[in-house]
């Protein structure tokens, strides 16, 4: 673990780089750095390190942290594979245009796979994309979990929204449309402002206020976008990408 996980500040913080053999985890390099040292910047001089320790022939595989534009120019002639992260605009665009008849069966049931081509960072590169169809039903089981969790929360901050007194019908309105504009997935229908006399005290006569009420629906247009992009950023249709350089 991270010791910087931990946020004790009175603790120094330390990272251990480590490169293990695929077949077994056998460490064969380990460096210690400072809690401060950002993964991206140190990926290529540790493999460069490395490489001037150990005759090797292999491959290099490392997670998103070590796909950068600089990361690949300074890896020039290594062979090694990564995953792209989808902060790369490129990898969105790509998972979004693959066709459905361009997806192949995995060896693994519930597993597809599709090919793309880029030269991100100036480098020729082979994609491989994962879907799974696994990942893909418990993201959208997790998102209508989150749809339900908010839809309770926004009726009562409507409901509690409806006791408030308001001195003029203007505020009254404005006051339930900011509630409604603040929420992603829900929003308010059927306003209803009415005229209310109250009788404050210490007061001889009664007091005009306003009172506001709504229905709280759902914005399908919204969630069904979110539940697309959600099964090409976050699992299957689309999750994974794998950087493989060709020669």
């Known amino acids: ?5 931990i946020r004790i500040p009175d603790l120094k913080q330390f990272i251990i780089d480590m490169i293990v053999t695929g077949d077994g985890d056998v460490p064969l390099y380990l460096k210690v750095n400072s809690g401060n040292v950002d993964d991206k910047s140190v990926f290529v001089e540790r493999l460069k390190e490395f490489k001037k320790q150990w005759t090797f022939s292999g491959i290099y595989v490392g997670d998103s942290a070590l796909y950068t534009a600089d990361n690949l120019s300074a890896m020039r002639g290594m062979k090694w594979i990564t995953r792209v992260p989808l902060s790369v605009k490129e990898a969105k665009n790509k998972i979004v245009e693959i066709e459905e008849n361009e997806w192949e069966e995995s060896q693994i049931k519930g597993y597809k796979m599709a090919e793309r081509e880029s030269e991100y960072g100036g480098i020729k590169q082979r994609w491989v994309v994962v879907e799974s169809e696994p990942r893909k039903k418990a993201r959208v089981k997790q998102i209508d979990k989150q749809i339900e969790k908010r839809e309770k929360k926004a009726q009562a901050s409507v409901r509690k929204l409806s006791r408030q007194l308001f001195a003029c019908k ?3 309105e404005k006051a339930i449309k900011t ?11 059927e306003i209803e402002c009415r005229e209310k006399r109250v009788k404050q005290p210490g007061e001889k006569s009664e007091k005009k206020f306003y009172q506001v009420s709504g229905q709280v629906e759902r914005r399908e247009s919204v969630i069904e976008e979110d539940l697309d992009f959600s099964k090409i950023r976050y699992f299957s249709p689309r999750v994974y990408l794998l950087k493989i350089p060709r020669g």
Do not use: G, L, P, T
Request: charged fraction near 35%.
């Open 1 to 5: 673990m991270d010791i910087r996980e």
């Open 170 to 172: 203007d505020d009254a």
């Open 179 to 189: 509630v409604s504009n603040s929420w992603k997935y829900h929003q308010i229908k």
